[in-house]
């Protein structure tokens, strides 16, 4: 299993960007993307997840109204909308997957809100 995460970048506050995370190396839907993020610093926290076979989202408090996840069941690959970005928002991204005792983690990507 393998999990490609792209789409961070810099960005000034109030800004948006969209970060994916494509799944790969089983096939099944029935399966939750989750988003994670890393400050420097600081422990990592869960942001949000999806359900990949219905589509169902939770996210932290501090996201709602500002982060959507969304996916596209036939690419494999969930996507994660972060609008009205703050400073604190800053953090490296990981997407993970759990697959029955095994989690799957990508590669981090870098968010960077500053003006």
């Known amino acids: 299993v393998q999990l490609q995460a792209s789409g961070g970048g810099s960005v000034r506050p109030g800004g948006s960007l969209r970060l994916s995370c494509a799944v790969s190396?089983?096939?099944?839907?029935?399966?939750?993307v989750g988003w994670f993020r890393q400050a420097p610093g600081k422990e990592r926290e869960w942001v949000s997840q999806?359900?990949?076979?219905?589509?169902?989202?939770a996210y932290t408090d501090s996201v709602k109204g500002r982060f959507s996840m969304s996916r596209d069941s036939t690419k494999n690959t969930a996507y994660l909308e972060m609008n009205d970005l703050r400073p604190e928002d800053t953090a490296v991204y990981y997407c993970?997957?759990?697959?029955?005792?095994?989690?799957?983690w990508g590669e981090g990507t870098q968010v960077t809100v500053s003006s």
């Open positions: 993970k997957v759990v697959l029955g005792s095994s989690e799957f």
């Open positions: 190396g089983f096939e099944s839907d029935r399966y939750c």
């Open positions: 999806i359900s990949m076979d219905d589509g169902r989202t």
